[in-house]
Nanobody, 119 residues
Framework: QVQLVESGGGLVQPGGSLRLSCAAS????????MGWYRQAPGKQRELVAD???????DYADSVKGRFTISRDNAKNRVYLQMNSLKPEDTAVYYC?????????????WGQGTQVTVSS
């Protein structure tokens, strides 16, 4: 099993910034992919940004140029720097990872952290 714990959400005014952090922990696991999804009320969960299986990054069109994903492989952490936030960025943000544990690859989710962009 892999546990993902997010932090860094909160309330911010439009145009502001937030930095989300996700820490992965568990026993003898290796991370294949890791990234961020979000779900706004009444909407489907969508990819925000992630590190793909090949190590490159993917971003949703709506966040390109404003959000930056980064990682610390030694600490099994991934970060999401969110700048120029807009009210439409309001959502619960979930950390996601596909990881291999005991030879089996599975998908894991964090509990989510609320991001609210409002004046």
């Amino acid at each position: 099993q892999v546990q993902l714990v997010e932090s860094g959400g909160g309330l911010v005014q439009p145009g502001g910034s937030l930095r989300l952090s996700c820490a992965a922990s568990g026993s003898r696991f290796s991370i294949v992919t890791m990234g961020w999804y979000r779900q706004a009320p009444g909407k489907q969960r969508e990819l925000v940004a992630d590190f793909t299986r090949g190590g490159s990054t993917d971003y949703a069109d709506s966040v390109k140029g404003r959000f930056t994903i980064s990682r610390d492989n030694a600490k099994n952490r991934v970060y999401l720097q969110m700048n120029s936030l807009k009210p439409e960025d309001t959502a619960v943000y979930y950390c996601n990872s596909r990881s291999v544990v005991a030879g089996w690859e599975a998908e894991y989710w964090g509990q989510g952290t609320q991001v609210t962009v409002s004046s």
